[in-house]
């Protein structure tokens, strides 16, 4: 398993920004796929954003396209999530998440490693 730990959350007003990093340790990073997901108490986790190991592929959830940006940089083993134009819907518990593979994914049960998460509040 790959160990996930995120950082950059916190609170914003609507509109504003936050970058999110995760950084993985643990296996040869531009090998792995990853993801951020979010999740708000008492719903499903939900697909946000993912990326190749290469990082040539990249999804983006519709929900948040043209305001999210997937990146990483494989020399820092970091993957990062830029938000602007941030809405209050956008609150969440995000999660990092890594897969065995170099792919892409847009299912949660397509990943086996999980960062603890970090959480994101946007008031209006």
């Known amino acids: 398993q790959v160990h996930l730990v995120e950082s950059g959350g916190g609170l914003v007003q609507a509109g504003g920004s936050l970058r999110l990093s995760c950084t993985a340790s643990?296996?040869?990073?531009?090998?792995?796929?990853m993801g951020w997901f979010r999740q708000v108490p008492g719903k499903e986790r939900d697909f946000v954003a993912t990326?190749?190991?290469?990082?040539?592929?990249?999804n983006v959830a519709e929900s948040v396209r043209g305001r999210f940006t997937i990146s990483r940089d494989n020399g820092k083993n970091t993957l990062y999530l830029q938000m602007r134009s941030l809405k209050p819907e956008d609150t969440a518990v995000y999660y990092c998440?890594?897969?065995?593979?170099?792919?892409?994914?847009?299912?949660?049960?397509?990943?086996?490693?999980w960062g603890q998460g970090t959480q994101v509040t946007v008031s209006s």
């Open positions: 643990g296996r040869t990073f531009s090998r792995i796929g």
């Open positions: 998440a890594a897969r065995r593979n170099a792919f892409n994914a847009v299912d949660p049960a397509d990943y086996d490693s």
């Open positions: 990326i190749s190991g290469s990082g040539g592929s990249i």
